[in-house]
Nanobody, 122 residues
Framework: VQLQASGGGSVQAGGSLRLSCAAS????????MGWYRQAPGKQRELVAV???????NYADSVKGRFTMSRDNAKNSVYLQMNSLKPGDTAVYYC?????????????????WGQGTLVTVSS
């Protein structure tokens, strides 16, 4: 089970990028699929997440600029990033959370992609 993120790069402020994350392997019982980012010297933070009911939640800092989508047939999620700002500079990670069921109960498993760097210059 692997997550492969791609699409990062360097752009000027106001530009756009589209990130992709393809999941290989089986992901039954997915609870959520999301994008996180980590800027230098900062903690990893949520950017956008699709939860199991199909709702998408965005961080306030990206609302109206970023759009997350999902292609179930391709087991992939995407992040369209428009009107990029220097503050969006970070390594972006895709994330999957799924529920694993056991005879005695269940647990939440979390998977991370390798990260793709987005650099926005002013």
């Amino acid at each position: 089970v692997q997550l492969q993120a791609s699409g990062g790069g360097s752009v000027q402020a106001g530009g756009s990028l589209r990130l992709s994350c393809a999941a290989s392997g089986s992901f039954p019982s997915i609870k959520s699929m999301g994008w996180y980012r980590q800027a230098p010297g900062k903690q990893r933070e949520l950017v956008a997440v699709i939860i199991s009911d199909g709702n998408i939640n965005y961080a306030d800092s990206v609302k109206g600029r970023f759009t997350m989508s999902r292609d179930n047939a391709k087991n992939s999620v995407y992040l369209q990033m428009n009107s990029l700002k220097p503050g969006d500079t970070a390594v972006y990670y895709c994330n999957v959370q799924r529920t694993i069921y056991y005879p005695a109960g269940e647990r939440l498993a979390t998977y991370w992609g390798q990260g793709t760097l987005v650099t926005v210059s002013s």
